[in-house]
């Protein structure tokens, strides 16, 4: 069951440059999406989210877009800094669920 | 900012033990999750539970599990009789509304199951 893919284990950014996260999901069902970042020996970190009536949302640094039509939805962050660096989990959730569906995370490192 | 906070933050039980997870929510929540993570593989949902009852649960959550808010504060996952595969970091989670704020998670409790 993969309704919601994160095809890239990892990602290597250079500091300062935009970090370009990726996910996919197949459930047409699903009505928000999330973001989550994690850190070693600690749980999820809420990032930011988006509803399926829209295509952008942004915050700060972060800026999460969604293509409905291709089923594709990504995480920007720009710029990149080291601290930034973690497993980010793509998340999504359907109409009237409470229940999270994640993807498999891509591990980011950010070079100093 | 307020926490989810987990205890024991590591167990190790025996094969058939049961063993209680708990959490407890941040305070004006009123929604809480249990997921899990097994090494190497995706968070996994569990269990959600609004008003004092589960208003939705996995094909994982099996009678093996059960969820309970037994003084208003805690929140707690018991595993009855536990087996190798249960081994896994098991998350608590809470929101006040879903989805669009996103749910607070609690640090994890590393099960291990010898």
Redesign the interface.
């Known amino acids: 069951d993969q309704q919601v893919k994160q095809n890239s284990p990892s990602l290597s950014v250079q500091e300062g440059r935009i970090s370009i996260l990726n996910c996919d999901y197949t459930n047409s069902m699903f009505d928000y999406f999330l973001w989550y970042k994690k850190y070693p020996a600690e749980g999820p970190t809420f990032l930011i989210s988006i509803s399926s009536i829209k295509d952008k949302n942004e915050d700060g640094r972060f800026t999460v877009f969604l293509n409905k039509s291709a089923k594709h939805l990504s995480l920007h962050i720009v710029p990149s800094q080291p601290g930034d660096s973690a497993v980010y989990f793509c998340a999504a959730k359907g109409a009237g669920s409470y229940q999270l569906t994640f993807g498999k995370g891509t591990k980011l490192s950010v070079i100093p | 900012e307020p926490e ?1 906070t ?1 205890t024991p933050s590591h167990q190790v039980t025996q094969m058939g033990q049961e063993v209680i997870l708990r959490c407890v929510p941040i305070s004006n929540h009123l ?1 809480f ?1 249990w ?1 899990r993570q097994i090494l190497g ?5 569990l269990v ?1 539970f ?1 008003n004092n009852e589960i ?2 649960k ?1 094909e994982i959550f099996d009678d093996q599990f059960s969820v309970e808010r037994p003084d208003g504060s805690n929140f707690t996952l018991k595993i009855r009789s536990t087996k190798l595969e249960d081994s896994a970091m098991y ?1 608590c ?1 809470s929101s006040t509304r ?11 409790t590393r099960l291990t199951v010898v």
Do not use: H, I, L, M
């Open positions: 989810v987990q929604y999750y997921y593989q995706k968070v996994e949902f959600s609004y208003s939705e996995s998350f989670a879903v989805p669009s704020g996103g749910y607070t998670f609690g640090s994890g």
